[in-house]
C-alpha cells in the first residue's frame, strides 16, 4: 500500500510565477490537509478537503487555492509567487474526522524555492 | 500563527536518558497528537491522546494531557541515538490542526 505521495519533490520559480503541487492520498483515506513549513519553524495549515470541498482554512491569502478530485487526490495551487512563498508544502491525508478518526498521514514533502 | 508552544526549543541527551518535552496550546480541542520529523521529511505520527484522557502509553512513549492547563507533555523513555529529530504536538479542532514550532532533539552515543 504506496503511503501519501507529493509531485514534483523540488521545484524551482521565479517570483509573479504560478505553482500547482500535487497529493495522491494513503489508499482508503477521503481528507486532504495541506501544510507550509518554513525552515525551522512548524507545519502551518493552509486549507482542508474533504468530498471536493475546502471544509476549513488556515491564515492564508486567497492566493492558496486548492482542488479535490472524484478519487480523493488534491491539487494546491499558488498564485504571484513571493519570496516569502518559500517552503516545504506537506500534504497529509486522514479519514474524515467526524467518523473519530484523527491521524494524519503525511507525504515527504515538496521543497518549493522562490527566487 | 501557531498554536502550540513548545519547550525546550532544542533538548541535547545521551543515549538511555529520558527526554521530556512539553506543548501548551490556547483554544479548545479534541484531540492532541505527537508528531516526529527526521531531517525536513514527512512527518510521521507518533500518538494521540483525545481530550478525555489524562495519559497515554505506546511503547517508549508517555503523553499527558491537562485540559485546565491547556497543556501536554511528551516524555520519551531509554532514548537512542536514532530519536533525534524535531518533534512537533498538533491540537486538533474538529478537523482544523496547528502546530507548534517543535522540540529539536539530539541524542548522543
Known amino acids: 500500500d504506496a503511503g501519501v505521495t507529493q509531485s514534483p519533490t523540488h521545484l524551482i520559480k521565479t517570483r509573479g510565477q504560478q505553482v500547482t503541487l500535487r497529493c495522491s492520498p494513503k489508499s482508503g483515506h477521503d481528507t486532504v490537509s495541506w501544510y507550509q513549513q518554513a525552515l525551522g519553524q512548524g507545519p502551518q495549515f493552509i486549507f482542508q478537503y474533504y468530498e471536493e470541498e475546502e471544509r476549513q482554512r488556515g491564515n492564508f491569502p486567497d492566493r492558496f487555492s486548492g482542488h479535490q478530485f472524484p478519487n480523493y487526490s488534491s491539487e494546491l495551487n499558488v498564485n504571484a509567487l513571493l519570496l516569502g512563498d518559500s517552503a516545504l508544502y506537506l500534504c497529509?491525508?486522514?479519514?474524515?474526522?467526524?467518523?473519530?478518526?484523527?491521524?494524519?498521514?503525511f507525504g515527504p514533502g515538496t521543497r518549493l524555492t522562490v527566487l | 500563527s501557531q498554536q502550540g508552544e513548545e519547550d525546550p526549543q532544542a533538548l541535547s541527551i545521551q543515549e538511555g536518558e529520558n527526554a521530556t518535552m512539553n506543548c501548551s496550546y490556547k483554544?479548545?480541542?479534541?484531540?492532541l497528537q505527537w508528531y516526529r520529523q527526521n531531517s525536513g521529511r514527512g512527518l510521521v505520527h507518533l500518538i494521540l491522546?483525545?481530550?478525555?484522557?489524562r495519559e497515554k502509553h505506546s511503547g517508549r512513549l508517555r503523553v499527558t494531557l491537562d485540559t485546565s492547563k491547556k497543556s501536554s507533555s511528551l516524555l520519551i523513555t531509554a532514548s537512542r541515538a536514532a530519536d533525534t529529530a524535531s518533534y512537533f504536538c498538533a491540537t486538533d479542532s474538529w478537523g482544523k490542526f496547528q502546530f507548534g514550532a517543535g522540540t529539536q532533539v539530539v541524542v548522543t552515543p
Open positions: 491522546i483525545r481530550s478525555n484522557e
Open positions: 497529509a491525508s486522514s479519514l474524515d474526522f467526524q467518523r473519530g478518526y484523527n491521524e494524519q498521514f
Open positions: 483554544t479548545s480541542i479534541n484531540n
